[in-house]
């Protein structure tokens, strides 16, 4: 069974600094995996798409980077502004193409 | 730009009510899934459905239905709602190739 975990659950960091969020993962054989945003009360707004044959993803001032031989993904956010406060989950897409996998979440706070 | 509508940001039922959530997406989605979502849970897989009329349970489905007559619409049905069904629902769609999932904006449901 997958199981993802990220780590730190909540973090907290003045604007500017640049920062990694980490998920990690116990079955390498995943389809791919996606990293979402969730601001309070919303749903998920998906932020990059890493397919299994893929080693990263950049968007903007986010990269996402996939290493499925040590079971880690790490999303980077260059710049940190206060419009990234959100909590940001990582998803594998394993076993059997609909098995979606979510970790519990890395809750971020950018003070100004 | 709307891509996964879900049919109410909140809703309030009484206990033992027929409770109807509805989602919609307009990407031609084969796949669509229903989550729900609770503090230290996170996402938990309810139903998901391959293709019209074709539905596969998740994780927790007991206490829970799903219909889908038509491509665009998935429904989640509590056939008799209860306190402990008190949570954020989340629908999501990705098509047939399974790669990037979207998501509503969620449905805040209490039963009281």
């Known amino acids: 069974k997958q199981e993802v975990t990220q780590i730190p659950a909540a973090l907290s960091v003045p604007e500017g600094e640049n920062l990694v969020l980490n998920c990690s993962f116990t079955d390498s054989a995943i389809y791919n995996l996606q990293w979402f945003r969730q601001d309070p009360g919303k749903g998920l707004t998906s932020l990059l798409l890493i397919q299994s044959s893929q080693r990263e993803q950049t968007s903007g001032r986010l990269n996402a980077s996939l290493d499925k031989s040590s079971g880690r993904s790490t999303l980077y956010i260059a710049a940190s502004q206060p419009g990234d406060s959100a909590t940001y989950l990582c998803?594998?897409?394993?076993?059997?193409?609909?098995?979606?996998?979510f970790g519990t979440g890395t809750k971020l706070q950018v003070i100004p | 730009d709307v891509k996964v509508t879900q049919s109410s940001r909140y809703l309030v039922k009484r206990t033992g009510e027929k409770v109807f959530l509805e989602c919609v997406q307009d990407?031609?989605?084969?796949?669509m899934f229903w989550y729900r979502q609770d503090p230290g849970l996170g996402l938990r897989l309810i139903y998901f459905s391959y293709d019209v009329k074709m539905k596969e349970k998740g994780d927790i489905p007991e206490g829970y239905s799903v219909s889908r007559e038509k491509k665009e619409r998935f429904s989640l049905i509590l056939e008799s709602a209860s306190t402990n069904q008190t949570s954020m629902y989340l629908c999501a769609s990705r098509d047939a190739m399974n790669t990037e999932a979207f998501f509503g904006q969620g449905t805040r449901l209490t039963v009281v």
């Open positions: 998803a594998f897409v394993s076993g059997g193409y609909q098995k979606v996998t």
């Open positions: 990407m031609d989605h084969e796949n």
